[in-house]
Structure formats: structure tokens, C-alpha cells
């Protein structure tokens, strides 16, 4: 079984290709959105909730740098509604796991 991390780590991956693949119309990463998996990536591995880490919109620890945040609440509102149609159990697993820490 895939871990709470592991599996917040690929989702943001997943959602920043999509975004810089269809929003910003590159074919591979740009080093931006590299830039921002790397440092989603940092604050992933130092989360102080662990395996108990809720998604980030519910978070009550805003660890993100201002611009860091901006960029991801850009790329996440983006890609979001988009994961349905890309990543379909992905997106399902994402939207339950809210469901239940309401």
C-alpha cells in the first residue's frame, strides 16, 4: 500500500504536468514547475502530520512561501477539475480522502 505521502507526492506531480503540459503548452516540464515538485516534494518529506497529513486545502499549516503557495493554488485550481478526465482513480482517491477528514 502506497503511503499518505507518497501518494500526496504523486498527485502534485501528476497536476503540475497536466498544468504545464495543457495550460502552459510545454511538452516536457519547464524548470518552474520542476522547481515547484522539488519544493513540494521538501515540504512533503518535513510535514509534521505524517501519514496523517489531510490534503493541503485543509491543512491547518500553511508551510508553503508565499509564492510557493500562489503557484500551486494556480496550478492545483487548474488541474483539479481536470484530474477527473486524466487520472480518474487518482482524482476519486483525492476527493474521498477530503470527504472523510470533514
Known amino acids: 500500500m502506497t503511503s499518505r505521502i507518497d501518494a500526496e507526492r504523486r498527485t502534485v506531480r501528476l497536476m503540475t504536468a497536466l498544468y504545464c503540459r495543457r495550460k502552459e503548452g510545454n511538452r516536457e516540464l519547464c524548470d518552474e514547475c520542476k522547481a515547484l515538485i522539488r519544493y513540494a516534494d521538501?515540504?512533503?518529506?518535513?510535514?509534521?502530520?505524517?501519514?496523517?497529513?489531510?490534503?493541503?486545502r485543509q491543512c491547518p499549516v500553511h508551510c508553503y512561501r508565499p509564492e510557493m503557495r500562489r503557484r500551486i493554488s494556480e496550478i492545483m485550481r487548474y488541474a483539479g477539475p481536470r484530474m477527473i478526465l486524466y487520472h480518474p482513480i487518482i482524482a476519486v482517491k483525492h476527493l474521498?480522502?477530503?470527504l472523510k477528514r470533514r
Open 42 to 56: 521538501e515540504r512533503l518529506a518535513k510535514c509534521k502530520f505524517g501519514e496523517n497529513k489531510p490534503t493541503c
Open 96 to 98: 474521498l480522502r477530503e
